[in-house]
């Protein structure tokens, strides 16, 4: 080995060793639940995420209780995280974490969920107006005239409204022309699927089976709706909308009992998330990785909103199982 070799060997073991033993970045994340399939798609990619960029991930669970969620993470400022990736269950509540993560100089990711009321740092989700729009459009599209049920998600997410602002959009102008009448218009708590079960058990009930479409604003509750309509044999023959590219959901649109879901690609959002962190902790601009600005009452909070998209019998091999973000064995295996 010439001396060159040695000298260049000896500075890459000391770089290498230099690198291991660099403090990783203490960075918190605070989900709401385990729930639906995607939040668990959310956690995974931000950990592997994190692992490639020597983030040190503390990641909590709430379980869909906001006080929970403000314990945890006073937990998670204890540790002496730099900055905290936190999907709110209640978007007012929250406001309270985003003046303690300040006090405590943690910049602060309202992630998928926009936390209300409050000088958030960088507000990173998807165009969730846009995601009822696809809902709505779906539905005014294939049942013009009929009878609707409307259910929208827990009032304490933000996303909810927006995704019932979005649909209305399209469902609105046929109900003023007397094309559509909806029969039940109800928001479904903590977005529990048999909450939506049981809601269209009672529609059903009280309209003599006759529903023609049911908006529902996830797969999850999309699920319970779809057991609602099994019981009285009339799944496949109402058109429900869903959200999420669950792999039961494409199972069931594969089937005929779910009509759409909209797409909504967490893995790229996951990723954002840590990248822009490590970012924000080291106190680079995020101007160049924004796309707007959304009010949340308080303030005009940064945005980067990422694109949904529509997904039926039509494209769901392209758009979901092409991209790998399912496998075409386990949305085929039960048909
Ligand atoms: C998310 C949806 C999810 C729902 C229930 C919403 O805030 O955007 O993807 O299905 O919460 O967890």
Redesign the pocket.
């Known amino acids: 080995m010439t001396s060159t070799y040695r000298i260049l060997l000896t500075l890459c073991l000391c770089s290498l060793s230099w690198s291991a033993w660099a403090e990783a970045l203490k960075v918190g994340l605070s989900l709401?639940?385990q729930?639906?399939e995607?939040?668990v798609r959310d956690k995974n990619t931000m950990l592997a995420k994190a692992k490639e960029l020597n983030v040190d991930l503390r990641v909590q669970i709430t379980d869909n209780d906001a006080s929970k969620q403000i314990a945890q993470v006073e937990n998670l400022l204890a540790q002496g995280i730099k900055v905290l990736i936190i999907a709110p269950h209640d978007a007012s509540s929250a406001a309270v974490i985003v003046e303690k993560a300040h006090k405590a100089g943690v910049k602060l990711i309202s992630y998928?969920?926009l936390i209300l009321n409050s000088e958030v740092d960088l507000y990173l989700s998807f165009d969730?107006v846009k995601v009822g729009e696809l809902q709505g459009e779906y539905l005014a599209t294939h049942v013009p005239k009929g009878q609707y049920v409307v259910l929208s998600?827990s009032p304490t997410?933000n996303?909810a409204s927006l995704y019932r602002q979005g649909a209305m959009k399209f469902l609105k102008p046929l109900v003023d022309k007397g094309q559509i009448k909806i029969v039940m218009d109800q928001p479904v708590k903590d977005?529990q699927p048999s909450e939506a079960q049981k809601l269209l058990e009672q529609a059903l009930t009280a309209h003599q089976n006759k529903i023609d479409a049911v908006l529902a604003p996830?797969d999850?509750t999309a699920g319970g709706c779809i057991q609602a309509l099994a019981a009285q044999k009339l799944a496949g023959k109402v058109v429900v909308t869903g959200?999420?590219a669950e792999l039961t959901a494409a199972i069931r649109i594969m089937q005929g009992t779910q009509s759409m879901t909209v797409f909504?690609d967490t893995r790229l959002l996951g990723q954002k998330a840590i990248e822009l962190a490590v970012k924000m902790a080291k106190g680079e601009s995020l101007s160049n990785d924004i796309n707007g600005k959304i009010n949340n009452k308080k303030a005009d909070i940064p945005s980067l909103l990422l694109a949904p998209a529509v997904v039926d019998k039509s494209n769901l091999d392209k758009i979901l199982i092409d991209t790998g973000y399912l496998k075409k064995e386990q949305v085929y295996r039960r048909l």
């Open positions: 709401p639940t729930r639906e995607r939040w998928d969920r969730n998600g997410d996303n977005w996830n999850g959200q999420d909504k």
